[in-house]
């Protein structure tokens, strides 16, 4: 009977463990006969491995492609590469154990965010002479930090496969089309932004590092959404039936700097009753209202609270949402730099629940 598949079989299948065998270069050619859309003058650009996302995920997997001798295009569909920790800027979730068993390449990036504060801010003496400083002093990781400083790290790691021709970055390119064979994806075709033009990208290897999984769809691949069964994957702690719209809500993140003494206070948006009120249809039950200091916890799934206090927490007397995720800091810096605290808010309530 055949196995059916599931995230596992299809990694074990042979799809991530292939041996790469690369093309000559970046090479780029102008072409009338574009293999996807019909005829257009288009550029075409052959490489050893594409890899469509340029979010922290897809910039880890070009610098192991890159570090292993491969020429590699990188596309993003932004203007800034780092997806998470860029873009969107949010402070990575990190494990307890991260200072001594991090991965080099991501151990290397840390290292590379905490020099760019030492060498460009005016930091206390306390804080430049921190071998473990964190920029933002959050509680959700050891590198809390500006999403500048995250992008400029990147940079740095990528800049030498740039200026050697061996990396090539396509920002604001989105594709939307692609061309496969059998199983294979040959090309995609990639819509410019900037400008409306557009780019076909040509590689033996197409690693899908987009934040939707946009090459699932255009190359009509087969994947599974949600919660697989125990029947699928075989895992005793999955559940007994399938759960394909079981998925996390998505989060809409934004920085607030906390200003002592002023009120910014703006006008009732709309429909501003029904979210103050909203209680989220969930089973088992959330703890009262969305918009609160109550949640869930995601382990026990029993009703806690945290305080959200700016000035306690900058004191370090206690530990709340203020802090969880700020990414600045201003006891680190020189009472004459000007500036003040600034959060990240990614909090279970501004989780978007009714999409």
């Known amino acids: 009977m055949p196995q059916p598949w599931s995230r596992r079989n299809f990694l074990q299948s042979g799809i991530g463990t292939a041996a790469l065998t690369g093309m000559a270069g970046v090479a780029a050619s102008e072409s009338e006969d574009d293999p996807i859309a019909g005829k257009r003058t288009e550029k075409e650009l052959e490489t050893s491995i594409a890899v469509i996302g340029g979010g922290l995920g897809g910039c880890a997997a070009a610098l192991a492609a890159l570090k292993a001798g491969f020429n590699v295009v990188l596309t993003e569909e932004t203007d800034?590469?780092?997806g998470q920790v860029t873009s969107q800027a949010v402070p990575p979730d990190e494990h307890p154990w991260i200072e001594s068993i991090a991965?080099?390449?991501?151990?290397?990036?840390?290292?590379?965010?905490?020099?760019?504060?030492?060498?460009?801010?005016p930091l206390t003496h306390e804080a430049l002479t921190d071998l473990f400083l964190n920029p933002g002093r959050g509680n959700v990781s050891n590198v809390c930090c500006?999403?500048?400083?995250?992008?400029?790290?990147?940079?740095?790691?990528?800049?030498?496969?740039?200026?050697?021709?061996?990396?090539?970055?396509l920002l604001e390119h989105v594709p939307v089309g692609a061309q496969t064979e059998g199983d294979e994806i040959r090309a995609v075709?990639?819509?410019?932004?900037?400008?409306?033009?557009?780019?076909?990208?040509?590689?033996?290897?197409?690693?899908?590092?987009?934040e939707l999984g946009d090459l699932l769809d255009l190359a009509k691949v087969e994947h599974v959404t949600g919660a697989e069964s125990q029947g699928q994957t075989g895992e005793k702690h999955a559940p007994e039936k399938a759960a394909p719209d079981n998925m996390q809500a998505i989060t809409w993140c934004f920085p607030v700097e906390y200003r002592h003494g002023e009120d910014h206070t703006i006008n009732r948006p709309d429909r501003y009753d029904f979210w103050r009120n909203y209680v989220p249809p969930l089973s088992p039950p959330w703890p009262g209202r969305l918009l609160s200091k109550s949640y869930t916890h995601p382990i026990t799934l029993e009703p806690i609270s945290r305080p959200i206090d700016p000035i306690r927490e900058g004191k370090n007397e206690v530990s709340g949402f203020w802090r969880y995720r700020r990414i600045r800091y201003a006891g680190y810096y020189e009472p004459s730099f000007p500036g003040h605290d600034i959060s990240l808010i990614n909090w279970p309530m501004n989780d978007y629940m009714e999409g």
Do not use: C
Not at 103 to 121: G, L
Not at 153 to 164: D, F, H
Not at 189 to 210: C, M, Q, S, V, W
């Open 189 to 210: 075709r990639l819509e410019d932004r900037a400008n409306g033009g557009e780019k076909i990208i040509h590689a033996p290897y197409f690693l899908d590092a987009t």
């Open 146 to 169: 500006e999403p500048r400083a995250a992008l400029a790290a990147l940079e740095e790691m990528l800049a030498p496969y740039r200026a050697n021709g061996q990396l090539r970055v």
């Open 80 to 82: 800034w590469l780092g």
């Open 103 to 121: 991965n080099p390449s991501y151990a290397e990036f840390r290292k590379r965010i905490r020099d760019y504060y030492k060498r460009n801010y």
